[in-house]
């Protein structure tokens, strides 16, 4: 099992940026495929990012192309998400999740992942 926590979220500027991260804990953290997600209000949760356990692939939104980027520190347990040019509708909150081993399709599937943080709510104002 491994625990999963989200941090760096918060309010910014349209146009500004945030650094997500998610410290895990519990298990070897390069076993597992880590996702980004996001949820706004009254919406489902979408994917956002993906990165495969060695940073060989890295995957994106059609949405965040361009202006998130994923990345990892296996060594510190943690796995981030940069995120530029921030526009109001990237308000949600945003969750980090965890698959043990490797995701060659359906990565941008929640159910596909085991574990999940709690979140952090990023406000973007206009």
């Known amino acids: 099992q491994v625990q999963l926590v989200e941090s760096g979220g918060g309010l910014v500027q349209a146009g500004g940026s945030l650094r997500l991260s998610c410290a895990a804990s519990?298990?070897?953290?390069?076993?597992?495929?880590m996702g980004w997600f996001r949820q706004a209000p009254g919406k489902e949760r979408e994917f956002v990012a993906a990165?495969?356990?060695?940073?060989?692939?890295?995957y994106y939104a059609d949405s965040v192309k361009g202006r998130f980027t994923v990345s990892r520190d296996n060594a510190k347990n943690t796995v981030y998400l940069q995120m530029d040019s921030l526009k109001p509708e990237d308000t949600a909150v945003y969750y980090c999740?965890?698959?043990?081993?490797?995701?060659?399709?359906?990565?941008?599937?929640?159910?596909?992942?085991?574990?999940w943080g709690q979140g952090t709510q990023v406000t973007v104002s206009s």
């Open positions: 519990g298990r070897t953290f390069s076993d597992y495929f």
């Open positions: 999740a965890a698959r043990y081993g490797s995701l060659t399709s359906g990565y941008t599937v929640p159910g596909r992942y085991n574990y």
């Open positions: 990165i495969r356990r060695s940073s060989s692939s890295t």
